[in-house]
């Protein structure tokens, strides 16, 4: 496999009360949070399965599954190392990657550039090759209720 290779990754957590809310390595300041078994980091788990699905092999669940008490509270960092490890080891390269973050509330705007710089530094690319939008759900279904955040990725990865 020496051509291009896309991927897509999503994920979803439920939105409760008196959880942390982190969304690409950001905690941001809220009175709602992801709950999850890791830290339910959902732009970092999207992340991870659209490298993994890019590269053909398992996603984020089977390589850390959530009844593992080792990746109980996980820093979801870990999960994107893993699949830029194995990036790395088929010999890809990022060529670029871009993200929609789903949630009615708070405002994701003003965080976009440490995500992204934390997403550079975990992905180690440039931060000209990572977007991303955040997007409401008009206030329909339960992302619009702001009763879960959602994220979908697309990533294209070049060999050598
Ligand atoms: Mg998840």
Same mark, same amino acid.
């Given at each position: 496999?020496?051509?291009?290779r896309?991927?897509?990754?999503?994920d979803?957590?439920?939105?409760?009360?008196?959880?942390p809310?982190?969304?690409?390595?950001?905690?941001?300041e809220?009175?709602r949070?992801?709950?999850a078994?890791?830290?339910?980091?959902?732009?970092?788990?999207?992340v991870?399965?659209?490298?993994l699905?890019?590269?053909?092999?398992?996603?984020?669940?089977?390589?850390?599954?959530?009844?593992?008490?080792?990746?109980?509270d996980?820093d /979801?960092? !870990?999960?994107? $190392?893993?699949?830029?490890?194995?990036?790395?080891? +088929?010999?890809?390269?990022?060529?670029? #990657?871009?993200?929609?973050?789903?949630?009615?509330r708070?405002?994701?705007?003003?965080?976009?550039?440490?995500?992204?710089?934390?997403?550079?530094?975990?992905?180690?690319?440039?931060? /000209?090759? !990572?977007?991303? $939008?955040?997007?409401?759900h008009?206030?329909?279904d +339960?992302?619009?209720?702001?009763?879960? #955040?959602?994220?979908?990725?697309?990533?294209?990865?070049?060999?050598?």
């Amino acid at each position: 496999m020496n051509h291009p290779r896309i991927g897509h990754g999503y994920d979803l957590h439920r939105l409760e009360p008196d959880l942390p809310l982190i969304i690409g390595g950001v905690k941001l300041e809220y009175d709602r949070g992801c709950a999850a078994h890791s830290d339910g980091d959902v732009v970092y788990h999207a992340v991870t399965d659209a490298i993994l699905g890019a590269l053909g092999q398992d996603d984020i669940g089977q390589l850390f599954p959530d009844n593992d008490p080792k990746y109980k509270d996980a820093d /979801s960092h !870990i999960f994107v $190392k893993e699949a830029v490890n194995r990036m790395n080891d +088929a010999n890809y390269t990022l060529g670029n #990657i871009d993200i929609t973050v789903i949630l009615e509330r708070p405002k994701l705007s003003p965080h976009k550039p440490t995500i992204k710089q934390n997403l550079a530094n975990l992905l180690t690319c440039d931060t /000209s090759q !990572i977007n991303i $939008k955040g997007k409401t759900h008009e206030r329909v279904d +339960a992302l619009g209720e702001n009763r879960a #955040i959602a994220c979908h990725v697309v990533v294209l990865l070049n060999h050598g």
